[in-house]
């Protein structure tokens, strides 16, 4: 097998990306795993520190509730976006498409301080609703998990639609119509005909969100109170402000092992493939 | 205030045969500090651009800060010495901790806040000052330390919103910041152990005087009871947003930072009871390139002259306490080492928090989590 690869010439064509990823990724992630059980002394220590005491256990279960809630969330707002996409005319998909893309082009942090205005107690959002007499008194909208979540759903969001477009837009509507020919009404039409078939897409859709969401750092630190920490920004501080590299990693590490390990489950259990896959 | 002659004495027996252009530098350090009123221009003359032709790297915090001291002791001390100097960074603690370790630092001189300055100079992280060339006689004696020249300081005080509580009406004690019946809405502190445990103690009623060490058991319980109506800003721009937006009515917010609000028309006010001071020390890092070039910057740090245009600039206080005859009216309230301001706050104990810092941080985040 090797050899067919190498005698094959466009392969080379991936040494460029290869050298990159070796750069880029495989020696910093071959650091961190030594500096996780190397930093101050060799041993599994960090590890024992990271996976026994309260409190990086629950920072870690946070991370995983924040990540998931958003991934849940963003499904939920992105497949009805993504498919409206798929089967609205050109001139409107094209307007739905900027819609989608242009906060995508703004910064994290943009996006993030605009939230803050947005959402505070005197805020625009409240101050509407109040207008209005919807409600009585301001709602909490921030410094809180409600903060943190349409923070980073609204950010995430594009990360969702476009796996999603890409896979609804290749599945034939004459499976639709078929099911409808059958006589299958269309919500059951949907969920056993549709539904399936734009599964690859809600996976890779899910994986990019949930996996992205894991590393965030600023909009939860922004826009969440007290309780909401997420693991990057417990690194964070235990670099900035003891230098602590060695549990730092640790926890790293154990977060792209939970990654990799979500990852393999849900294909396993899912049996979807990814639309992109190797 | 000035000590020059036991200091000269004691410089003497330190160093007995200084060079002869150390000599000359010393004389014109001496004279400016016998007269802060002495303009530039001497010190200019007698130093004679002795250090042209070398230059230092100056890493600082970013915006606002980096230009005032870059106007209050970077271009004079160029304009004395013919150094010329770089501006390198911005500070960043991390990467400081990673110069510092490898022992191969770029930046010559650095500023760091003083838990920094205590933890890293226990390490043995920054050159010694050469109190033979820098004239720490012109330093409070209090902010005198033996790793780092005191810059500024400034301090940790209770702020509130004037249109919650107009002046007169406004929690004056952090008694009163921790009375949710008294003064009813959210509060703010920062996102650091240091000094929320300080403040719990206060508002729980210990003495300024009798904080240290900490009795951390009963700040924690005491920063439970307003934990349902506490937001924790972490960095000192969403300390001002909190406050002039009124998503707060009171809670913490540093002196310049209300004083910046104020300039900009937010109904910001502070109060100088029970405030906590706290300083930023220039350093230098142990086997800086430049290490020689950086304590002669040092003595230019120390000069009323330059510390009155830091303060005039951007309201941090001098820790050369004749400044004060060089700051504007204006300017002078708002300042922590104004006698009167002074008198009624402390300075933070940085030997307990460089013992005590990490484990506290942890304790912190448990106490978030809770």
Redesign the interface.
Same mark, same amino acid.
């Given at each position: 097998m090797p050899s067919t690869v190498i005698r094959d010439r466009r392969a080379w064509l991936v040494a460029p990306a290869l050298a990159l990823l070796l750069a880029a990724f495989v020696y910093p992630v071959f650091w961190l795993l030594l500096r996780s059980a190397s930093d101050p002394v060799w041993g599994f220590h960090n590890y024992a520190t990271a996976l026994s005491e309260? +409190?990086y256990l629950?920072?870690l279960w946070?991370t995983v509730a924040i990540s998931g809630a958003t991934t849940i969330f963003c499904l939920l707002f992105g497949y009805p976006m993504a498919y409206t996409m798929v089967h609205a005319g050109p001139a409107a998909r094209r307007i739905l498409i900027y819609i989608v893309l242009i906060p995508f082009w703004t910064s994290i942090l943009v996006r993030t301080f605009a939230w803050?205005v947005l959402l @505070?107690?005197?805020g625009l959002i409240n101050d509407i609703l109040l207008g209005i007499g919807l409600i009585a008194r301001p709602l909490e909208l921030i410094?809180n998990r409600t903060g943190v979540l349409i923070g980073m759903v609204q950010i995430l969001l594009p990360f969702m639609v476009f796996p999603l477009f890409s896979v609804l837009s290749r599945i034939d509507g004459s499976y639709m119509k078929a099911a409808a020919n059958l006589g299958a009404p269309p919500l059951p039409a949907f969920f056993r005909v549709y539904l399936p078939l734009s599964l690859p897409g809600v996976f890779t859709g899910c994986m990019l969100v949930f996996i992205i969401s894991l590393g965030y750092f600023i909009t939860p630190?922004?826009l969440g109170?007290?309780?909401d +920490?997420m693991v990057a920004q417990?690194i964070q501080?235990q +670099?900035? @402000?003891?230098?602590d590299w060695g549990l730092s990693a640790a926890l790293a590490m154990i977060l792209l092992a939970g990654t990799a390990l979500i990852f393999t489950l849900a294909h396993k259990v899912f049996g979807v493939k990814p639309a992109i896959r190797a | 205030m000035t000590h020059a002659t036991s200091n000269q004495a004691a410089r003497d027996a330190a160093h007995p045969q200084p060079s002869a252009g150390r000599r000359r530098f010393l004389k014109a350090a001496a004279a400016a500090g016998a007269s802060a009123a002495l303009p530039l221009l001497s010190g200019r003359a007698l130093a004679a651009s002795h250090l042209s032709g070398r230059h230092m790297v100056h890493t600082t915090w970013g915006g606002v800060y980096r230009d005032a001291q870059v106007a209050a002791y970077c271009d004079p001390f160029s304009a004395a010495t013919g150094a010329e100097v770089i501006q390198g960074g911005p500070m960043n603690a991390a990467k400081l901790s990673a110069m510092l370790k490898s022992g191969k630092p770029i930046w010559d001189v650095v500023d760091v806040v003083d838990v920094s300055l205590a933890v890293d100079s226990r390490k043995g992280y920054f050159e010694k000052i050469d109190t033979a060339v820098v004239n720490m006689s012109e330093i409070e004696a209090e902010y005198v330390h033996d790793y780092g020249v005191a810059n500024i300081v400034w301090s940790y005080n209770i702020g509130y919103n004037t249109d919650a509580f107009p002046t007169g009406r406004h929690p004056r004690s952090w008694a009163d910041v921790f009375d949710v019946a008294k003064f009813p809405g959210k509060r703010t502190l920062r996102d650091r152990v240091f000094p929320s445990l300080e403040h719990a103690l206060l508002a729980d009623g210990v003495k300024m005087q009798d904080l240290y060490p900490l009795d951390v058991d009963r700040a924690f319980a005491k920063l439970d009871t307003i934990k349902d109506d506490l937001i924790l800003w972490k960095s000192n721009s969403e300390s001002q947003q909190l406050f002039g937006d009124g998503v707060v009515g009171c809670g913490l917010i540093l002196n310049g930072r209300a004083f910046d609000s104020h300039k900009k028309g937010a109904p910001v006010a502070i109060e100088w009871n029970q405030n906590i001071r706290s300083v930023d020390y220039y350093v230098i890092p142990k086997g800086a390139p430049n290490a020689d070039v950086a304590m002669q910057f040092m003595t230019h740090v120390t000069r009323a002259e330059n510390q009155a245009r830091m303060a005039n600039r951007l309201a941090y206080a001098p820790t050369n306490l004749d400044a004060f005859a060089m700051i504007d009216e204006e300017v002078k309230p708002w300042l922590s080492t104004h006698p009167d301001n002074a008198a009624r706050g402390i300075l933070i104990s940085i030997d307990y928090w460089r013992d005590n810092l990490e484990a506290l941080t942890k304790r912190w985040t448990e106490w978030k989590l809770s």
């Open positions: 309260a +409190i629950k920072v946070n803050l @505070q107690p005197k410094y630190a922004l109170g007290r309780r +920490i417990l501080e +670099i900035d @402000q003891f230098g | -």
